[in-house]
């Protein structure tokens, strides 16, 4: 068992939880590697979350169900789903769940799409 306080902020506990501060952290992070979308979108890269307990991929989905141009929580399934907010959007998602990255019916995490990219 755990001592970790858990807060709402995950982006402040790396590997515990996914949520908007963190991927708006990865984001930055992987700035100018093509680990994002806009960067790697012209490649064929859908961007996605898989949940490493199950091996089901997702792709990332607005909240009206139409594909997202960007990674977001708001179209996953309840399943994954931690906590939500006082406007019932995603605050936090499961630890299992990560950002990444489909292409030709493969997954990719931000280090592969960025490799894959650069080669």
């Known amino acids: 068992m755990s001592n970790l306080a858990m807060t709402t902020d995950c982006s402040q506990q790396p590997g515990l939880h996914l949520c908007s501060e ?31 307990e199950t091996g089901t991929v997702y792709l990332s989905c607005n909240k009206d169900g139409s594909q997202a141009a960007i990674h977001m929580l ?12 006082e406007e019932n959007s995603i605050v936090m998602v ?10 030709e019916n493969k997954f990719y995490t931000r280090e592969q799409a960025a490799r894959s990219v650069l080669e």
């Open 22 to 52: 963190k991927l708006a952290k990865e984001n930055r992070d992987f700035t100018g590697t093509g680990g994002v979308s806009k960067e790697n979108r012209s490649h064929g890269f859908l961007p996605a979350f898989r949940d490493n």
């Open 74 to 85: 708001d179209g996953l399934p309840e399943e994954l789903i931690l906590e939500r907010d």
């Open 94 to 103: 499961k630890a299992s769940v990560i950002p990444g990255f489909v292409k």
